[in-house]
């Protein structure tokens, strides 16, 4: 069982599950980041939260996300402390 700390927010009319994960994960394989997005994402329909999971992770002064892509100018305007700030949940994942 994993607990993750999660941004559940409501943008331009989406619902958004940004899930901050370690730095370690942008080194793992895109298949190996796929399966673990889908996991997040089966796990957060589980507990009933709607909206797109998006992890993100630190990379060097900034982050890294892994979004559809007409959301990439949004998450691209983000700063790292401005995710941290929206952290309202907790996702408990068996």
Known sequence: MADYKIAHIRQQGQDIIIVPLDPAFGTKPPGIQQDVIEQLQICA??????????????????????????????????????????????????
Not at 64 to 93: G, Q, Y
């Open 45 to 94: 329909q589980s507990a009933g939260l709607a909206g797109t999971v998006v992890p993100v992770w630190r990379y060097g002064n900034g982050f890294k996300f892994i979004a559809p892509t007409p959301w990439e100018p949004f998450f691209k305007s983000l700063h790292w402390n401005d995710i941290m700030r929206n952290v309202n949940k907790t996702l408990t994942c068996h």
